[in-house]
């Protein structure tokens, strides 16, 4: 058996198909597959912005997209300091086991470092198991005592207009 050549890199506006093609292999394996609205052209346009929504990280061995992660800065408002939220981490089934997922939140840790950031974070569904052990193996702790709670657009759209608004 030969070793595969990983690399890491910054996604660009090149890359936009292939960071959507690893989007949707997350959906399917968060047995979401028809949640995903957002297109390669979106992701091309916002990579492109001066100053994107998200960064990303695309893991390649032999220069085929593997898996990537998906982050933004968060603030920690007690620490004084920025963090980094990880949106989503992902290595197509194929390539897992190879420590891409290790490599990738290793990049992610020294980027962290370097940006004098505070923390790392992240969300991660109940049920997945596998990923629980894994963060855990890297030192990751669950925040027991936190709830996520989200709005979507719906509820945000109401909210909006449920009332005045003071200035």
Known sequence: MWAMALGIRFAGPPDAEAV??????????ERAPDAVEVTPDTLREQLACPRPPFECLLAEEDGVPC????????????????GLWLEDLFVLETHRRRGIGRALLRRLAALAVERGYARMEWAVLDWNRPAWEFYRSLGAEPLEEWTTHRLSAPAIEALAEAGPVGE
């Open 20 to 29: 959507h093609a690893l989007i949707c292999g997350l959906a399917h394996y």
């Open 67 to 82: 898996g990537f992660a998906l982050f933004f800065q968060s603030y920690s408002t007690w620490r004084g300091r920025p």
